[in-house]
């Protein structure tokens, strides 16, 4: 017959008589493997305790060993523990088929399945004497652990052992898988508490009873409250839920986000809140979730939303004209300034790039630049716009440009057009730093710059019709920009720069001859550089030419063109030298200040460009952003 399909017992007598195993061998120790056990050990215990429970005579002793079947607990009945010691059984003894051949605890490991050897059934004459029921210890995932038996008396033995120590394995194994289970929902829900804590939104779960089931630590940032003392507790007895929170939770009602006034220990705190009842799924009411944020955060997000900053710098505003030096000047000085900055000019002079560029350069550039026309909006409104408007338990409220502009920039845009009562409000939200949004009482505090225009203010101020005392604080900076008929050989500047920027949107070149140039010069252009960006552009739309002449301009334009003659070569000349002129400041801007780098942006040598910064008296100054 195969040994293979011998019994277990009979498989390893032959094992054993393979080894050349000796019967009289005395028992070996073995290396003890605590590692890991000592918690098993200890609920290996209440098993032990539990098969004594079993029985009114325990005339046995509970034997475990770890994976390497050596003895690490041996505990019961003293009279079989000592008949064991005489043998030479103890802690620490190897029960190895190697060592110790035939038994029931090397056989249910190697086996994976509960064994008994009992008497002559083992193979060495010192286990002869006893009888062994064992059964293996799985780990939660399969892996064998060890073992536990039990050991009697071999005259003494009883089949019911085997069924003991069965139970009392699979007891073992299921308060290891239960263990792992509640460990991994410990290990879950500490992740989820650790996540909850570090995200900006605060939470509140509060109970079907009204009691704070937990909160995080947010929480205790906004409303001021301790988070230890108040787990547990009621909600309306740690910090009472505004009228709009106590009725969603009454009602086991959802309640969408809105701005909300929670008094706190330090005072009202206006909060955005939302409430969403948790249900299982058998539709019972297990509570519901607070959540909380902080009125700054959605500001934050409400600038990014609506666009609220600034693209444009100084290295954006083309112009090299005495009067827009001037103006660059009063701007730079202006950005270094805390006060507010009044701009005055025509329309169409591109007050807000220069809004935009004072901004980018000042101490403010990280925050918001939040733009108003006044002028725009119905007056009756504007007072809702500019400082917002107070929440009810019915509408949510809404915070106005000026809390919106908080750490930044807020242009306004025709403030002439205000009212003398809006003018008031305003004053005093300067001087206070603080608003106080319509229908409310509540301040709101404030920290914003305004730049400003208007139309005629000192005029104003002498008719009456605008403060005196605002129109003083507003223009603590004042830039006037210049009309483009008064900047000369600018508008050639601007001209090629725009036909550039029309080349690279249209993907085709677009230039200007030189009568069209000449022509554009001329022209007074009342609309200033609004109206000659919309004449480029539409000649560029419109036609097919990569160089645009005097006949694709408008005729209103082009009856200000004059015949190039002899006479006008110095003319022609003077605006190719400003066009190289603008070419080499942007190509120095473009390379950061390196000279080299600008050279081969150009396609001259290194001292070709000292030769023209030269001529073209180019400074420092000019290559400032």
Same mark, same amino acid.
């Given at each position: 017959?195969?040994?293979?399909?011998?019994?277990?017992? /009979?498989?390893?007598?032959?094992?054993?008589?393979?080894?050349?195993?000796?019967?009289?061998?005395?028992? /070996?120790?073995?290396?003890?493997? =605590?590692?890991?056990?000592?918690?098993?050990?200890?609920?290996?215990?209440?098993?032990?305790?539990?098969?004594?429970?079993?029985?009114?005579?325990?005339?046995?002793?509970?034997?475990?060993?770890?994976?390497?079947?050596?003895?690490?607990?041996?505990?019961?009945?003293?009279?079989?523990?000592?008949?064991?010691?005489?043998?030479? +059984? $103890?802690? @620490?003894?190897?029960?190895?088929?190697?060592?110790?051949?035939?038994?029931?605890?090397?056989?249910?490991?190697?086996?994976?399945?509960?064994?008994?050897?009992?008497?002559?059934?083992?193979?060495?004459?010192?286990?002869?004497?006893?009888?062994?029921?064992?059964?293996?210890?799985?780990?939660?995932?399969?892996?064998?652990?060890?073992?536990?038996?039990?050991?009697?008396?071999?005259?003494?033995?009883?089949?019911?052992? %085997?069924?003991?120590? *069965?139970?009392?394995?699979?007891?073992?194994?299921?308060? %290891?898988?239960?263990?792992?289970? %509640?460990?991994?929902?410990?290990?879950?829900?500490?992740?989820?508490?650790?996540?909850?804590?570090?995200?900006?939104?605060?939470?509140?779960?509060?109970?079907?009873? $009204?009691?704070?089931?937990?909160?995080?630590?947010?929480?205790?940032? *906004?409303?001021?409250?301790?988070?230890?003392?108040?787990?547990?507790?009621?909600?309306?007895?740690?910090?009472?839920?505004?009228?709009?929170?106590?009725?969603?939770?009454?009602?086991?009602?959802?309640?969408? &986000? /809105?701005? +909300?006034?929670?008094?706190?220990?330090?005072?009202?705190?206006?909060?955005?809140?939302?409430?969403?009842?948790?249900?299982?799924?058998?539709?019972?009411?297990?509570?519901?979730?607070?959540?909380?944020?902080?009125?700054?955060?959605?500001?934050?997000?409400? /600038?990014?939303?609506?666009?609220?900053?600034?693209?444009?710098?100084?290295?954006?505003?083309?112009?090299?004209?005495?009067?827009?030096?001037?103006?660059?000047?009063?701007?730079? +000085?202006?950005?270094?300034?805390?006060? !507010?900055?009044?701009?005055? @000019?025509?329309?169409?002079? $591109?007050?807000?790039?220069?809004?935009?560029?004072?901004?980018?350069?000042?101490?403010?550039?990280?925050?918001?630049?939040?733009?108003?026309?006044?002028?725009?909006?119905?007056?009756?409104?504007?007072?809702?716009?500019?400082?917002?408007?107070?929440?009810?338990?019915?509408?949510? @409220?809404?915070?106005?440009?000026?809390?919106?502009?908080?750490?930044?920039?807020?242009?306004?845009?025709?403030?002439?057009?205000?009212?003398?009562?809006?003018?008031?409000?305003?004053?005093?939200?300067?001087?206070?730093?603080?608003?106080?949004?319509?229908?409310?009482?509540?301040?709101?505090?404030?920290?914003?710059?305004?730049?400003?225009? $208007?139309?005629?203010? &000192?005029? %104003?101020?002498?008719?009456?019709?605008?403060?005196?005392?605002?129109?003083?604080?507003?223009?603590?900076?004042?830039?006037? +920009?210049?009309?483009?008929?008064?900047?000369?050989?600018?508008?050639?500047?601007?001209?090629?720069?725009?036909?550039?920027?029309?080349?690279?949107?249209?993907?085709?070149?677009?230039?200007?001859?030189?009568?069209?140039?000449?022509?554009?010069?001329?022209?007074?252009?009342?609309?200033?550089?609004?109206?000659?960006?919309?004449?480029?552009?539409?000649?560029?739309?419109?036609?097919?030419?990569?160089?645009?002449?005097?006949?694709?301009?408008?005729?209103?334009?082009?009856?200000?063109?004059?015949? =190039?003659?002899?006479?006008?070569?110095?003319?022609?000349?003077?605006?190719?030298?400003?066009?190289?002129?603008?070419?080499?400041?942007?190509?120095?801007?473009?390379?950061?200040?390196?000279?080299?780098?600008?050279? !081969?942006?150009?396609? *001259?040598?290194?001292?070709?460009?000292?030769?023209?910064?030269?001529?073209?008296?180019?400074?420092?100054?000019?290559?400032?952003?």
């Amino acid at each position: 017959m195969p040994t293979s399909s011998l019994p277990p017992i /009979q498989r390893s007598w032959a094992r054993c008589q393979a080894h050349g195993l000796d019967l009289a061998s005395p028992p /070996q120790t073995g290396p003890v493997n =605590l590692a890991g056990w000592s918690h098993l050990q200890a609920l290996a215990r209440s098993s032990i305790e539990d098969l004594y429970q079993l029985s009114d005579h325990p005339g046995f002793a509970v034997v475990i060993c770890d994976e390497q079947c050596t003895i690490i607990d041996l505990a019961g009945d003293s009279t079989v523990i000592e008949r064991a010691q005489r043998y030479g +059984i $103890g802690y @620490g003894i190897s029960l190895t088929e190697e060592v110790a051949g035939t038994n029931a605890i090397d056989l249910a490991l190697r086996e994976a399945l509960p064994c008994q050897t009992s008497g002559d059934e083992h193979y060495c004459n010192w286990l002869k004497p006893f009888a062994l029921a064992a059964a293996p210890i799985f780990s939660p995932d399969g892996r064998a652990l060890g073992a536990l038996a039990i050991l009697t008396l071999a005259e003494a033995y009883h089949p019911y052992a %085997l069924g003991m120590v *069965i139970a009392a394995a699979q007891a073992l194994h299921s308060q %290891l898988r239960a263990e792992r289970l %509640l460990n991994e929902a410990n290990d879950q829900l500490s992740e989820l508490y650790a996540t909850l804590d570090t995200i900006n939104e605060g939470l509140i779960f509060v109970g079907p009873h $009204g009691e704070i089931r937990r909160l995080s630590r947010r929480v205790a940032n *906004i409303l001021d409250i301790n988070v230890r003392s108040a787990a547990g507790r009621p909600l309306e007895s740690v910090i009472p839920p505004p009228p709009a929170i106590a009725a969603a939770l009454h009602s086991l009602s959802t309640l969408d &986000e /809105q701005e +909300i006034i929670w008094q706190t220990p330090t005072g009202a705190q206006a909060v955005i809140c939302g409430v969403r009842p948790v249900w299982d799924r058998s539709r019972r009411y297990l509570g519901s979730v607070i959540t909380l944020r902080p009125t700054e955060s959605v500001r934050q997000l409400v /600038q990014q939303v609506v666009g609220a900053q600034a693209t444009f710098t100084f290295r954006d505003i083309i112009g090299q004209s005495e009067g827009m030096r001037q103006a660059l000047r009063q701007a730079r +000085i202006a950005a270094a300034g805390r006060g !507010a900055v009044l701009l005055r @000019g025509e329309a169409g002079v $591109g007050k807000e790039i220069f809004a935009q560029a004072i901004h980018n350069a000042s101490n403010r550039a990280g925050g918001p630049f939040v733009r108003v026309s006044c002028a725009a909006i119905p007056r009756q409104l504007l007072d809702s716009e500019l400082f917002g408007v107070e929440g009810t338990d019915r509408q949510p @409220g809404r915070p106005g440009k000026l809390e919106l502009a908080h750490g930044g920039v807020i242009y306004l845009e025709a403030i002439d057009a205000l009212s003398f009562d809006q003018q008031t409000s305003l004053l005093r939200a300067i001087e206070m730093g603080r608003v106080i949004r319509s229908g409310g009482a509540r301040p709101v505090p404030i920290d914003v710059r305004l730049i400003v225009t $208007g139309h005629d203010l &000192e005029q %104003l101020v002498q008719e009456g019709r605008f403060r005196a005392d605002l129109y003083a604080r507003l223009s603590a900076f004042v830039v006037d +920009i210049p009309p483009l008929c008064q900047r000369g050989d600018d508008i050639i500047l601007l001209a090629n720069h725009m036909a550039q920027r029309l080349s690279e949107q249209l993907g085709r070149p677009v230039a200007l001859d030189p009568d069209a140039l000449a022509a554009l010069r001329a022209y007074p252009w009342p609309g200033n550089v609004r109206e000659l960006e919309v004449v480029l552009e539409r000649m560029a739309q419109t036609g097919t030419k990569s160089v645009l002449t005097v006949n694709d301009l408008p005729p209103a334009i082009a009856r200000h063109a004059t015949p =190039l003659t002899i006479a006008d070569s110095p003319r022609l000349a003077e605006v190719q030298e400003l066009s190289e002129r603008d070419a080499i400041i942007r190509a120095i801007r473009t390379a950061g200040g390196r000279l080299g780098r600008a050279a !081969a942006l150009l396609g *001259i040598s290194r001292a070709t460009l000292w030769r023209k910064m030269t001529r073209y008296h180019i400074s420092r100054d000019d290559l400032t952003p």
